[in-house]
Each structure stands twice: as structure tokens, then as C-alpha cells.
């Protein structure tokens, strides 16, 4: 069954702290993996996307993974900032005579001051 | 803002009304998309058009009827709702390449819709 699965469910971290938000994905074959970040109230907003032949990808203080053969993905956040708090979601594209794309259920971080 | 607009932010609506969710795109993508965000629930995919041909309708009830007129423009029309339709309707749009990979999507802030 072809399913996204992200942890933790929920996190609280302090303002200038690193964390990490794991995604696994069982789809195949893969296709690509972003991961959006969602402020409550507002619609999703890219922050990352990558393909099979790419392990690493950066967006400012934000850094994504992905390891293909073990499917899994993680989203790095350096340097926590009050503004980071929000849902962040996976999403994971596969091909299986057409294109279909299954979303994970998110992250919810909470920084606090 | 990201070249998406959704019109209206909120709506409050009874059973036997009739409505109609608005969506325009600024970024001349050629795929458009409508999803269902429930509370503490992954984004549900309804419907898709590319070049303004619906592609994909994830088995939606018939009380929900999309119409897109052009590739910058996308509707959701809303009739006989029931209660646990109460969610954020999303709104999106991408350009998609030639082999049909998804590409990354971009997002309307969405309407809030309660259904009493």
C-alpha cells in the first residue's frame, strides 16, 4: 500500500534550537518528494523538492534529505525562529502508469520563545 | 502572496443554500487543483484540471461541481452541503511538464467553509 507516514506528529522546541522532522514513504516507483510548510490559516507554501538522483537540498535554514533506498526523507531546521512555527507536510509523487501523489499528514512544530 | 487567490476567506452556509468558491492563478500555470483540508488530516485531493480539462476526480459527491472556464480561473460550486463538509477548501495551481511529473504546487490561502 502506498502510504507517506511523518513524525513526530507534533513538536515543541525553543527559539534558536535545531530540530528534525522525519518522512517515510513506501510509494514506488518513486517519482519526487517536497515538503511544504503551512501556516495555520493559510495555504501550503513550497519549501523543497527533490528527485531520485538528489540526497540533499537547501532553502535558507531549511535543509531536506533523502535517502531512495530507504525511503526516507527528514527536513532539517537550523536556528529556530518563532516564525517557523507551523505544519510541515510531505509529499511524494509516484508513477504507476500515470502520476499520483499521496500527502503526509504533517508536523506540527510550535516554537517558543 | 503567491499568485494565488481564493475568494471568499471564509463562508458560512446551511444545508439548502448554494454557493460557489472562487479561484484565480496569476503565474500562467496550466494545471489546477481543489483540495479538502480537515482538521488533523492529510490534504485530500478532489479534482484536477489540466489545460482546462479535468483529469482527475477523486470520487467526490456530486454536491460539490467544479468549473474551470480558462487555465486561470477555477470554481467550486456548492449545493445541499451536509455538516462534515465543514473544512478548508484549498485551491492550487502547477505547471506540468510534457511527461506529466507533478512539479511543485502553488497554493491559495483557502476558504474557510462551516456548514450548518
Known amino acids: 500500500k502506498n502510504q507517506v507516514e511523518q513524525s513526530p506528529q507534533s513538536l515543541i522546541i525553543l527559539e534558536g534550537k535545531n530540530c528534525t522532522l522525519q518522512?517515510?514513504?513506501?510509494?514506488?516507483?518513486?517519482?519526487?518528494l517536497r515538503w511544504y510548510k503551512q501556516d495555520t490559516g493559510r495555504g501550503p507554501v513550497s519549501l523543497t523538492i527533490?528527485?531520485?538522483?538528489?540526497n540533499t537540498k537547501s532553502n535558507g535554514r531549511y535543509t531536506a534529505t533523502l535517502d531512495a533506498d530507504t525511503k526516507q526523507s527528514s527536513l532539517h531546521i537550523t536556528a529556530s525562529q518563532l516564525s517557523d512555527s507551523a505544519s510541515y507536510i510531505c509529499?511524494?509523487?509516484?508513477?504507476?502508469?500515470?502520476?499520483?501523489?499521496?500527502f503526509g499528514a504533517g508536523t506540527r512544530l510550535f516554537v517558543k520563545a | 502572496e503567491t499568485g494565488v487567490t481564493q475568494t471568499p476567506r471564509h463562508l458560512v452556509m446551511g444545508m439548502t443554500n448554494k454557493k460557489s468558491l472562487k479561484c484565480e492563478q496569476h503565474?500562467?500555470?496550466?494545471?489546477m487543483y481543489w483540495y479538502k483540508q480537515s482538521a488533523k488530516k492529510p490534504l485530500e485531493l478532489m479534482f484536477v484540471?489540466?489545460?482546462?480539462?479535468?483529469?482527475e476526480n477523486n470520487s467526490v459527491p456530486s454536491r460539490f461541481s467544479p468549473e474551470c472556464p480558462n487555465s486561470s480561473h477555477l470554481f467550486l460550486h456548492l449545493h445541499t452541503l451536509q455538516p462534515e463538509d465543514s473544512a478548508l477548501y484549498l485551491c492550487?495551481?502547477?505547471?506540468?511538464?510534457?511527461?506529466?511529473?507533478?512539479?511543485?504546487?502553488?497554493f491559495g490561502p483557502g476558504t474557510r467553509l462551516t456548514v450548518l
Open positions: 527533490m528527485t531520485f538522483s538528489e
Open positions: 509529499v511524494v509523487s509516484f508513477n504507476t502508469g500515470g502520476f499520483k501523489t499521496i
Open positions: 518522512c517515510n514513504y513506501t510509494v514506488s516507483p518513486f517519482s519526487n
Open positions: 492550487a495551481s502547477s505547471q506540468e511538464s510534457p511527461s506529466g511529473r507533478p512539479d511543485t504546487q502553488y
Open positions: 484540471y489540466s489545460l482546462e480539462e479535468r483529469v
Open positions: 503565474l500562467g500555470h496550466n494545471a
